[in-house]
């Protein structure tokens, strides 16, 4: 079974930062080839794509949500089996549980999700 962790959720004004993680609990796991992703989920709204970066084997290209453009990054660090999104100038609107998510052809696995409020 794969496992993600995330971590770095938190309260936060508006105009701040955050950095969230996204590590891979699972040992034995050949992070390079998976695609991995940030979603994130608001209350009463559907879960969205954030961010997303391809595998190591597919270039590491990245995408954002045309919302999260300029603001937030999402990066991997491939050794520490970790996927990070900094995200910067943070709006209440970007308040919402982010899920960190993992693709292997058919497979998809979720972490268990952390909270951002952005709020004064």
């Known amino acids: 079974q794969v496992q993600f962790v995330e971590s770095g959720g938190g309260l936060v004004q508006p105009g701040g930062s955050l950095r969230l993680s996204c590590a891979a609990s699972?040992?034995?796991?050949?992070?390079?080839?998976?695609?991995m992703g940030w979603y994130r989920q608001a209350p009463g709204k559907q879960r969205e794509l954030v961010a997303a970066v391809t595998s190591v084997t597919s270039g590491g290209k990245t995408n954002y949500a045309d919302s999260v453009k300029g603001r937030f990054t999402i990066s991997r660090d491939n050794a520490k089996k970790t996927v990070y999104l900094q995200m910067s100038n943070l709006k209440p609107e970007d308040t919402a549980v982010y899920y960190c998510n993992a693709k292997l052809g058919a497979q998809e696995y979720w972490g268990q999700g952390t909270e951002v409020t952005v709020s004064s």
């Open positions: 699972t040992s034995g796991i050949i992070f390079v080839i998976y695609d």
